[in-house]
């Protein structure tokens, strides 16, 4: 069974950077050949995608808001997915999930939370003005 531990949350002002990680582990299969993704969730909004991988498939998703100033990426070697967020801003505030689709997943699309089968506990971020 696939676990996800995400870490590096905190608070932060706005302007500042901070990277979250997520530590995978229980593969039977290559994280190379399935997506990875983060998602937030804000207080009373619903979860939405922030930034998605899939090696395999030579792709990469970021959400519109977060173009230009997050960055994900993936060390396979260790199984470890990256969020690095700079020039933070208070509206990024939420809880930070990070996802895993299974060695046999559908594409829903690397921004849909229907193509992910694992999910982390979250760490929360808080950014103030």
């Known amino acids: 069974q696939v676990q996800l531990v995400e870490s590096g949350g905190g608070s932060v002002q706005a302007g500042g950077s901070l990277r979250l990680s997520c530590a995978a582990s229980g593969y039977s299969y290559s994280t190379r050949g399935s997506p990875m993704g983060w998602f937030r969730q804000a207080p009373g909004k619903e979860r939405e995608a922030v930034a998605s991988?899939?090696?395999?498939?030579?792709?990469?998703y970021y959400a519109d808001s977060v173009k230009g100033r997050f960055t994900i990426s993936q060390d396979n070697a260790k199984n470890i997915l990256y969020l690095q967020m700079n020039s933070l801003k208070p509206e990024d505030t939420a809880m930070y999930y990070c996802?895993?689709?299974?060695?046999?997943?559908?594409?829903?699309?690397?921004?849909?939370?229907?193509?992910?089968?694992?999910w982390g506990q979250g760490t929360q971020l808080t950014v103030s003005s």
């Open positions: 991988i899939y090696i395999g498939g030579g792709s990469i």
């Open positions: 996802a895993a689709a299974a060695k046999y997943w559908t594409n829903y699309g690397l921004g849909s939370p229907r193509t992910y089968n694992y």
